[in-house]
């Protein structure tokens, strides 16, 4: 993308009413507008990292062998009856009704609709286990929309259900779901840690919030300073293995780690002092196992191996994906803006061109620009008439990982400079290995 065609609105001003870093930067760096309270519009540089986000979240979901499909963002009220949440819910749903008076909602979360789809398809053991989940706006209306996408009113979430025959293996769906999430987050650069939390209106027993912690989190959290040294990496898991699962989330949940709502003054004091923290977070994804609450007075049953109809076990599991780009940005930035990871980033790779209209150096920009786009990267080229100092306040602000600068004095040497936006560090270097030194940084990801 050149930077003169691209629509990339960064404010030089600090907006007033942001209040957090992650709201003010993403402001600045032109990535959303608000359009009313908690709701806003994606501009295309936000929206790349939506997007990236996004696929992330599938990619994860897919191979722990989750099955994504799309359900709409209104719903009839009348399934919300069904499970007695119509009611229940309170002012935070919006109810609409339609020409014909028909009572609707907006879905702040899919429950009921899943357990409908499911009911209306599925009648045996033998079409067990399932796990449908989709990626889809959600609206909440939130008495105190705040901080931009980390609490808007309507937001971008990812919620899955899983369907199964016994507690046994709905709790293993409820692991392996843990599994993935970890390793969704790790592949976007940030911690989150799960933690015991309280269940609210979704309703059930088990369940775990996943939380980034920062300052400006909303969350208050206590835990042993121990389970931040934990990661899952690289390993291999085996998604169909109920062993290898439940390994990994006792390994991750073991350690005291609990919201406040769940904490236990008698258990924290038990930790050792130089381990025992209370601290901020911000609630980036949320599991739960919760029974037959919804299969039962909906009626999502299923004949077992007996030939009895049996309700089924079930589970959802939501990750905040809108809101995972202010707590990336909490957790990764500096005084000059946003530093993405490059798991997130819109763009791989910044070009700053110190002399547009000089023929050497508009050449060596086009030529890095072929050769990161036949590597399939493509970079953000700032190829505007601006002095270096703007060109590079821009890319500050907006924080792509890598920047390549290019000017006649370094072409003589037949060298190009490669900066780090997280270190600083830069290098120099001939464009064609500068060009593979990036390439390999991505292919590692
Ligand atoms: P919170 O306690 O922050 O209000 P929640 O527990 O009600 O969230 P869940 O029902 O668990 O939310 O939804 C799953 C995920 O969706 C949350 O972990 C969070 O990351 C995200 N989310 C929830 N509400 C909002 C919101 N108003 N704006 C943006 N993301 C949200
Ligand atoms: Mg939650």
């Excluded at 046994?168 to 392996?176: K, Q, S």
């Excluded at 059930?204 to 042993?224: I, K, M, P, Q, R």
């Excluded at 007075?297 to 990750?319: K, L, Y």
Aim: hydrophobic fraction near 35%; charge should be negative; include cysteine.
């Amino acid at each position: 993308m050149r930077l003169s065609r691209y629509f990339l609105p960064v404010l030089k001003e600090t907006p007033s009413e942001a209040q957090i870093v992650s709201h003010r930067l993403m402001l600045r760096a032109g990535m959303i507008r608000q359009q009313a309270a908690g709701i806003y519009s994606w501009l295309p540089l936000g929206f790349r990292v939506l997007k990236r986000i996004e696929q992330i979240v599938h990619e994860e979901q897919q191979r722990a062998g989750h099955i994504p499909l799309l359900m709409p963002t209104l719903q009839p009220a009348d399934l919300w009856r069904e499970s007695g949440r119509y009611d229940d819910y309170g002012e935070e749903m919006l109810r609409i009704t339609d020409r014909h008076k028909r009572d609707m909602l907006y879905g702040p979360t899919n429950e009921e609709m899943i357990t409908d789809i499911f009911r209306s398809y599925v009648k045996s053991y033998k079409d067990l286990p399932l796990t449908l989940y989709h990626i889809q706006w959600k609206f909440r209306d939130e008495i105190r929309p705040r901080f931009g996408v980390m609490r808007g009113r309507e937001f971008y979430m990812k919620d899955g259900y899983n369907f199964d025959l016994t507690k046994e293996d709905a709790l293993h769906a409820y692991n392996r779901h843990l599994v993935s999430y970890l390793r969704t987050y790790e592949r976007m650069g940030l911690q989150a840690i799960p933690m015991r939390a309280d269940s609210g209106p979704i309703g059930g027993d088990d369940t775990h919030e996943f939380l980034v912690l920062a300052d400006t989190g909303e969350s208050e959290v206590f835990y042993d300073s121990k389970v931040t040294d934990i990661r899952l990496g690289n390993r291999e898991i085996d998604y169909d293995s109920h062993d290898q699962c439940r390994e990994v989330m006792e390994e991750f949940t073991s350690l005291y780690a609990r919201t406040d709502e769940t904490h236990d003054e008698a258990a924290f004091d038990a930790i050792p002092d130089e381990r025992r923290r209370s601290a901020r977070g911000i609630e980036v994804g949320q599991i739960f196992y919760f029974g037959t609450k919804y299969s039962e007075p909906m009626g999502a049953t299923v004949v077992n191996d007996q030939g009895e109809r049996v309700p089924v076990h079930m589970g959802s599991h939501g990750i905040g994906v809108s809101r995972l780009l202010g707590a990336i940005i909490e957790a990764s930035h500096d005084d000059k803006g946003i530093i993405w990871p490059e798991g997130v980033t819109p763009f791989p790779v910044g070009i700053v061109n110190l002399k547009q209209g000089d023929a050497e150096a508009d050449a060596a920009c086009e030529n890095l620009y072929k050769a990161f786009m036949a590597k399939g990267l493509e970079p953000l080229y700032d190829d505007r008439n601006e002095r270096a100092g703007g060109k590079f306040a821009t890319m500050d602000l907006i924080g792509l990982p890598w920047r390549i600068t290019v000017g006649p004095r370094g072409l003589k040497n037949g060298v190009v400079e490669l900066t780090s936006r997280r270190t600083g560090v830069s290098e120099e270097l001939a464009p064609d290995v500068a060009v593979e030194r990036v390439a390999e940084i991505y292919a590692n990801l």
